[in-house]
């Protein structure tokens, strides 16, 4: 079993800055896809920033410029770099990771973490 958990959630003022992080058991290299998507309470979950390995990083149109996904692959991590955060941004963040196994597509899914961006 794979184990995703968030950390780096919070409270924020507008216009200020935070980083996500998602620690994921075993070794970064062992998935293809890594994600990150957030979800306002009675709304649809939406995505945020999607990495897949062997191409560039795409991001929804309301991060653009402002968000960043990368991993560090030697503490098996993925980081959400968030600058420039509105009220907008409030939302329980999610990381996600996948794979591929006998050509099943396998997707495991953190807890989330809440980020609150208020003055």
């Known amino acids: 079993q794979v184990s995703v958990v968030e950390s780096g959630g919070g409270l924020v003022q507008p216009g200020g800055s935070l980083t996500l992080s998602c620690a994921v058991s075993?070794?970064?290299?062992?998935?293809?896809?890594m994600s990150w998507y957030r979800q306002v309470a009675g709304q649809e979950r939406e995505l945020v920033a999607n990495s897949i390995r062997n191409y560039s990083p795409t991001y929804a149109e309301f991060v653009k410029g402002r968000f960043t996904i990368s991993t560090d692959t030697n503490k098996n991590v993925v980081l959400l770099q968030m600058t420039s955060l509105k009220p907008d941004d409030t939302a329980v963040y999610y990381c996600?990771?996948?794979?591929?196994?006998?050509?099943?597509?396998?997707?495991?899914w953190g807890q989330g973490t809440q980020v609150t961006v208020s003055s």
């Open positions: 075993g070794s970064i290299f062992s998935f293809n896809g």
């Open positions: 996600s990771v996948d794979r591929w196994d006998s050509g099943r597509r396998l997707i495991y």
